[in-house]
């Protein structure tokens, strides 16, 4: 499975960006697809994620209510919208896989990794 990420940029903060990101490869469900990001000398952390079926998604505290993770069955890819983006926000931003669901990529237990797009929000 490979993962192709899109969508990374510079914005002004308030501004949106729409990330994407989309799967190649052998699937199966219940695969789970999500985001995760690292900022210049931070641990990478959970973002998003969403399960196949696009159910319950899961999202990290600090962006409840400006992030918006969706996914596309038919095209494998997860999508995820980012409004009133903030500085704090800056981050190389990964999308990731887990062949055994939702639960599993929320935890950070994830089988795949796709390279990451750098996400800068001017204060």
């Known amino acids: 499975v490979q993962l192709q990420a899109f969508g990374g940029g510079l914005v002004q903060a308030g501004g949106s960006l729409r990330l994407s990101c989309a799967a190649s490869g052998r699937t199966f469900s219940p695969y789970g697809m999500g985001w995760f990001r690292q900022a210049p000398g931070k641990d990478r952390e959970f973002v998003a994620a969403i399960s196949r079926g696009g159910s319950s998604p899961r999202y990290l505290d600090s962006v409840k209510g400006r992030f918006t993770i969706s996914g596309d069955t038919a095209k494998n890819t997860v999508y995820l919208q980012m409004n009133s983006l903030k500085p704090a926000d800056t981050a190389v931003y990964y999308c990731?896989?887990?062949?055994?669901?939702?639960?599993?990529?929320?935890?950070?237990?994830?089988?795949?990794w796709g390279k990451g797009t750098l996400v800068t929000v001017s204060s």
């Open positions: 990731a896989l887990s062949q055994w669901g939702l639960a599993q990529v929320a935890r950070g237990s994830v089988d795949y």
